[in-house]
């Protein structure tokens, strides 16, 4: 099979968060900091083998499940209408996920930066390439807004999608903007976040229940 651009970039990223894993194990304490509250200050912990190789294994994961099931997608030719943008996604995403390992690990070896804001930016930026794949994404079974409703109507799914995309985007500007106020950037995130999302899911049911009557 072979190996596309996306998928190499993929499993260049997983090798080298493994690599660093292997590569800084000597040098943290046997339990690193794994969790933060929403000012940034740590108040959990975790096995460092854990902390380390976590996030690589879900990596594999992750890699796995999108490399076989946009195969086994009853829409799978859809996909590849915006396979340029799908693409996109999922790299952003694994680069999403190393950021977010290397902030761990920097932290734990003494370069304590400010969490929250740091996190902010990586997943607002995160969140409009969600958007940038929604308003491209083709009914499929694999990744977008999949609802009852967007998933039984394609016109559904296109006007659901089309206004989804705006409004993760929308969200990601939010969500990055939350860094001027840390105190209450994480009410913030997730309001937004859960705000595109359940209006993107109402606005599907409102279209299919119109088309419907």
Same mark, same amino acid.
């Given at each position: 099979m072979k190996i596309t651009r996306a998928q190499g970039t993929i499993l260049f990223i997983i090798l080298m968060s493994i690599a660093l894993a292997i590569v800084i194990n000597p040098i943290l304490p046997e339990r690193i900091v794994s969790h933060w509250d929403t000012q940034g200050n740590p108040n959990g912990t975790m096995p460092k083998t854990w902390g380390l190789f976590l996030m690589p294994i879900i990596s594999v994961v992750l890699f796995l499940f999108f490399l076989i099931f946009p195969n086994i997608?009853?829409?799978?030719?859809?996909?590849?209408?915006?396979?340029?943008?799908?693409?996109?996604?999922i790299v952003s995403l694994f680069v999403f996920l190393f950021y977010i390992f290397t902030l761990v690990i920097f932290w734990n070896i003494g370069s304590l930066v400010p969490i929250i804001p740091?996190?902010? $930016?990586? %997943?607002? %930026?995160?969140?409009?390439s969600v958007g940038s794949l929604l308003e491209h994404a083709e009914l499929n079974w694999t990744v977008g807004i999949r609802t009852?409703?967007?998933?039984?109507?394609?016109? $559904?799914w296109k006007k659901t999608h089309a206004l989804g995309g705006k409004l993760f985007k929308i969200a990601s500007a939010v969500i990055i903007a939350s860094i001027l106020v840390p105190?209450?950037?994480? *009410? *913030? $995130?997730?309001s937004a976040i859960i705000l595109a999302a359940l209006v993107s899911l109402v606005y599907s049911y409102? %279209?299919?229940s119109k088309r419907s009557m």
């Open positions: 997608d009853p829409r799978s030719k859809n996909i590849e209408k915006f396979r340029e943008y799908f693409d996109r996604f740091f996190f902010s $930016v990586a %997943l607002g %930026l995160f969140f409009f009852p409703w967007t998933l039984s109507s394609e016109s $559904v105190q209450y950037s994480f *009410i *913030i $995130v997730i409102i %279209l299919y």
